[in-house]
Structures are given as C-alpha cells and as structure tokens.
C-alpha cells in the first residue's frame, strides 16, 4: 500500500488554524475488511450508504433487529488491490471490537469477505483549536485521512502506521490526552463508543444519527432499518441526546442514572462524561429548565443542557 500525501484541501485547512492531536489507539481500534464482496457485505448490515463511499470516512452505526444501535463505527475506504478487491477499514470502540467481530461473522456467510485485525494501523483524532497555523509539513507516511464525517467541530481523522507521530507532521501542533479528546465530544455534544450509545439500548435516531451524517433512508434494506425508517417518516423524535454541564463531576456508577426537574418529574438518563461535562438522553421539552441527579443519597447535583449550535435549526425533524 502507497502511503498517501494530504490533499491542498487539508493543507489549506490547516494553514488557518493550530490543532490538537490525540492518539486514539486505546480508545479506538481498527478492523480490515477484504474482498470482492466487502461493500455489499456491509451495505446490508450498516445505517449509511457504503456504495456512496469514494473515498475519505463514513460514520455508521450496526444495529440489532430490533432497531436499536449496537455499535457506532467510521469506515475507510482504501485504494483497490491488483485482485480486484476492495479493503475497507472500520474503526470502533475498543472494547467492542470482539463483539463486533462475531456480529459480523454470523452474517458473513457466502460472501467473499475476510475479517481482520489491524494492528499495525492506529487512529488520531486532529482537533482544530486556536486561529494561529502550524507550519505543515506533508505527512508522506500517513496512510489515509480524512475530514471526520460527523462533522467539522470533530475536525480530521487519520490512520497512520502504529508508532508513527502524527504530531512529527504538524509542527506547532499539541499532543494531548484521550481525556482533552472526550471532553471535547462532550462539550459540543458528540456519543463516541459503548458508554455514550449503550448496546441494544440506544435508538439511533435519538442519538442523532441525521445529525451526524450517518444515515442514508434511500439505500435499501439493512438490519433493523424497519423502525428507523418508520420513526423518521410518522414519528417525532421526542428524546435526544444533548451535552451537559454539571455542578460537580459524578462517579462512573452513575452511569444511567435518571435526570430529574426541579419537581422531581423524569426528564431523561444520564449517559456519560467527563468531569463536569457530559451527555444525556433527555426529553427536549426540559432543555433549558432546572434538572438535577440525585444517586447515592448525596445531595443533588444541578444540570444544565443546551442544544449544540452545529444541530439544524429547521425545527425537530428526525
């Protein structure tokens, strides 16, 4: 495989603004998927339109039959092989990529697809921070890169072989922790893996797949399409998740726990976070009131939730 020069596009994008690097390897792992029949083989199992991916990153998610989300991912597209195949890579959570792995192999039955590890290969997020450009050097030892599907606050991924410094490519440019990472996603109100989209539990809509780039109503059947295409079309999405700030950090066991108005009525569930920063599942009709949590018999922690300036403002559509 021919490592790949950063187009003038990301070139020029960085020209106007310094970044944050994060290196994701402990956080987000890669699978390779080769063969004739790879594309097909995920359009059926996939919310996004994989026929549509040319080139760059897509973000998915897998759901079960019962429409719920089972695992968020980001594909890849790599250059063809000289047999005619196609790889392409997919990056998930780490701690799904077992799971994710037999999900796949039940279904991958007469197909001409072969699922492997990729270990050689790591995943950093580029995050666009401050107004004052690093000076860029061309990265020719990155593999692929790509602006980050869900949206421009999420700014670049890129896949570069493991042990390669991302940071060697963009002088001027800070290493920082998958911590600044999370707290980054939280803050402009982005799920990433299984704490913020819990297994069989999340509903893709709800968890703002349109919003994020991905989902395609127009590509056919996949597994669990069913629901999610029927509560896009009648429905009305009356829950979302939406960023959070808190009065004090919560423990990892309030994971779940339940929001509540200043008159104790239900709101919505806490999903995860960060220090003060977080996510949760809550009814929109209480964005803007008083909320708190309550667990543990302690006193009630205050929430505060806002909706994201990237989300559209054309009304509650799904």
């Not at 092989?81 to 792995?101: F, H, K, P, Y």
Request: aromatic content about 6%; some cysteine; overall charge positive.
């Amino acid at each position: 495989m021919r490592p790949r020069l950063l187009s003038p596009l990301f070139h020029s994008c960085f020209r106007r603004m310094s970044s944050a690097c994060v290196p994701l390897a402990a956080h987000r792992e890669l699978l390779r998927l080769r063969g004739p029949d790879t594309t097909a083989f995920l359009q059926g199992l996939v919310t996004n339109d994989v026929e549509r991916l040319k080139d760059g990153a897509m973000y998915a998610h897998l759901l079960n039959v019962q429409g719920r989300s089972l695992y968020d991912v980001l594909l890849y597209r790599l250059p063809g092989q000289q047999d005619g195949s196609q790889d392409l890579l997919l990056e998930c959570d780490a701690a799904a990529v077992s799971s994710l792995q037999q999900h796949l192999q039940v279904y991958n039955f007469r197909k001409k697809v072969e699922l492997l590890p990729c270990p050689e290969l790591s995943v950093w997020a580029v995050i666009p921070e401050k107004c004052d450009p690093p000076v860029l050097r061309l990265p020719s030892p990155a593999l692929h890169y790509a602006p980050d599907p869900r949206g421009p606050i999420m700014g670049y991924r890129v896949v570069a072989p493991t042990g390669h410094h991302v940071t060697d490519n963009l002088p001027g440019a800070e290493l920082r922790s998958v911590r600044d990472y999370s707290r980054h996603r939280y803050q402009h109100g982005v799920p990433e893996g299984m704490k913020d989209l819990p297994p069989g539990v999340a509903l893709p809509l709800e968890s703002n797949l349109v919003y994020l780039n991905g989902i395609s109503f127009s590509k056919g059947c996949y597994v669990g399409q069913e629901l999610t295409a029927r509560t896009h079309h009648t429905g009305v999405i009356r829950k979302r998740l939406v960023p959070i700030r808190l009065s004090s950090p919560l423990s990892s066991d309030c994971e779940g726990a339940e929001i509540t108005t200043a008159a104790g009525k239900p709101a919505g569930k806490f999903r995860g976070g960060e220090e003060e920063l977080g996510l949760a599942l809550l009814r929109l009709a209480h964005v803007g009131e008083e909320l708190q949590i309550t667990s543990g018999g302690g006193a009630p922690v205050s929430v505060k939730a806002s909706v994201p300036a990237w989300w559209p403002r054309s009304g509650d559509g799904a």
